[in-house]
C-alpha cells in the first residue's frame, strides 16, 4: 500500500468526501485496515454488502463470469441477464412485470422518473420531506434535502414535497399533471424512520384512486435489509414500480427497476451501455441465492440487536436500524466505535446500523457491547 495516499488523495481528487480509514481487506462482516486492524462492519459499503463482504459464492460468480466475458453492451443479449430478471420480478411479486437494469440507485430512479413521464405523459412528482433518491439532476428533484438541491436549482422535473406519513397533504398535492408519488418504505438517510403503519395503503388507495403512479424507492430496504423481499410487503400492497440497487449485486454496482404489468419502455426511450452487464449479472444472481438462505432470520437478527443497544426510542426494521443520540454528538460516538473496533455511520444526526445481512449473534453482541460503551461515554 502506498504510504502517501492521504497527501494524493489531496492533491488530486476531488475534495468531496470527509474520511479517515483506508480499508484493504473483508470477509464476512469484519474488514481490515492497512495496519490490520480489525472492524466489525456495521454500515457494510451503506447498506450494500448484505451477504458480506467477497462472500465466496459472490467471489466465485464474479470471477468465473470475469473469465468468460466481462462486457459486451445490451447490443447483444447478456449471459444470466433474462434469468436474473426473471427472480427479480417474482421476488417483487409484481406478477407479468419487466425489469429494466442500471448502474446505480440513482439511475435506478432516473429509469422509473422517466417511465412515469413518458407513459403517464405527465410530469409532476410528489415525495417526501427528509427524503432521498439520489444526486443525478432528475433524482435531485426528487430529493428534499436543502444543501443538496439548492447549489443545482432550478431541477427537473418539479415536485411537490409533503410530510411523511401526511396521506391528506399528499391528496392535496395531487393535480392533473402529477405522474407519480415517490417514496421510501423506511427513510435510510433520514436516519431510519418507518413510515408510520397503514400509510403505504393509503397511498396505495390515493394512486388507485387517481390514477398516479406508486413508485416504491427500495434502494436501500430492498433485498432483505428489512426482513423482507422489499418493504411494501410489510402493508401487503404493490407498487407501480419498484426501484432497487444497494443490497443487490454485494457490491457490485448495480440497479434496476421493476415495473407492473403494461408499463415499459418502448424500443429506444431508454437505455445504457453498462447495464446489467454479465459480472453484474453474475453478481447479483448469487447474491439472491445467499439472500434467499438468511432472509427468514433477518428480524431476529434485527430485534436481538435493538434490544442490545441500551438506548429509549430505537427504530429498527429487520437489519436497519437508527439509534437517536443527544445533538451535536453522532460523529464523536461513531469515532469511538471506530476506535473501538465498530464501524458505524450517522445519518441525519442518528448512528445507523445496517450491517451484513450474515452477521451471527455474536457479532451483534460485540457491536453492541462497543456501541452502548460509546453511547454511556456521552
Ligand atoms: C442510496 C440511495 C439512493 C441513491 O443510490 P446511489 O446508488 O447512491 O446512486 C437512492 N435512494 C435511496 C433510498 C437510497 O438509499
Redesign the pocket.
Known amino acids: 500500500m502506498v504510504s502517501d495516499y492521504k497527501q494524493l488523495n489531496e492533491d488530486y481528487l476531488m475534495r468531496i468526501f470527509s474520511r479517515d480509514l483506508m480499508v484493504v481487506k473483508g470477509q464476512g462482516s469484519k474488514v481490515w485496515d492497512e495496519n490490520g486492524k480489525e472492524y466489525l462492519d456495521c454500515v457494510a459499503g ?1 447498506a450494500v454488502c448484505s451477504t458480506g463482504h467477497c462472500h465466496p459464492l459472490v467471489v466465485k460468480a464474479i470471477c468465473e463470469q470475469a473469465k468468460n466475458l466481462i462486457h459486451i453492451s445490451n447490443l447483444y443479449y447478456v449471459p444470466g441477464q433474462g434469468e436474473l430478471g426473471k427472480r427479480l420480478v417474482e421476488h417483487t411479486g409484481l406478477t407479468g412485470g419487466r425489469a429494466f437494469f442500471a448502474n ?4 435506478a ?1 432516473e429509469a422509473a422518473i422517466k417511465l412515469a413521464r413518458v407513459r403517464t405523459g405527465k410530469s409532476h412528482f410528489i415525495s417526501f420531506q427528509e427524503g ?4 443525478s439532476s432528475g ?1 435531485l428533484a426528487l430529493t428534499h434535502k436543502v444543501n443538496y438541491r439548492q447549489p443545482f436549482a432550478p431541477l427537473q422535473p418539479e415536485c411537490t414535497f409533503v410530510p411523511y406519513g401526511d396521506e391528506e397533504a399528499v391528496k392535496e398535492a395531487i393535480r392533473p399533471d402529477t405522474a407519480a408519488i415517490v417514496l ?1 418504505g423506511v427513510q ?2 433520514a436516519g431510519v424512520i418507518p413510515s408510520r403503519k397503514g400509510f403505504l395503503t393509503a397511498i396505495r388507495e390515493i394512486c388507485d384512486d387517481t390514477g398516479c403512479w406508486m413508485i416504491m ?1 427500495e ?2 430496504t430492498g433485498i432483505g435489509r428489512t426482513g423482507k423481499w422489499f418493504s411494501y410487503e410489510h402493508e401487503n400492497i404493490l407498487p407501480d414500480v419498484v426501484s432497487m ?2 443490497g443487490m449485486g454485494s457490491g457490485f454496482p448495480m ?1 434496476a427497476i421493476v415495473a407492473r404489468e403494461g408499463l415499459e419502455f418502448l424500443p429506444g426511450e431508454h437505455g445504457g451501455t453498462f447495464n446489467g452487464g454479465p459480472l453484474a449479472c453474475a453478481a447479483c444472481d448469487a447474491t439472491l441465492t445467499v439472500v434467499e438462505s438468511v432472509i427468514s432470520d433477518v428480524e431476529r437478527k434485527g430485534q436481538r440487536f435493538k434490544d442490545a443497544i441500551n438506548a429509549e426510542n430505537i427504530r429498527q426494521i429487520g437489519l436497519m436500524i437508527g439509534v437517536p443520540v443527544p445533538e451535536g454528538t453522532c460523529t464523536d460516538i461513531q469515532k469511538e466505535c471506530q476506535k473501538n473496533g465498530v464501524l458505524v455511520n450517522c445519518a441525519s444526526g442518528s448512528i445507523r446500523l445496517v450491517p451484513p445481512l450474515i452477521i451471527t449473534d455474536d457479532e451483534i453482541n460485540f457491536a453492541a457491547g462497543v456501541l452502548n460503551e460509546a453511547l454511556g461515554s456521552r
Open positions: 451503506i446505480s440507485g440513482t439511475e430512479n432521498f433518491h439520489g444526486r433524482a421510501e435510510g438517510e424507492d434502494i436501500q440497487a444497494k440497479g
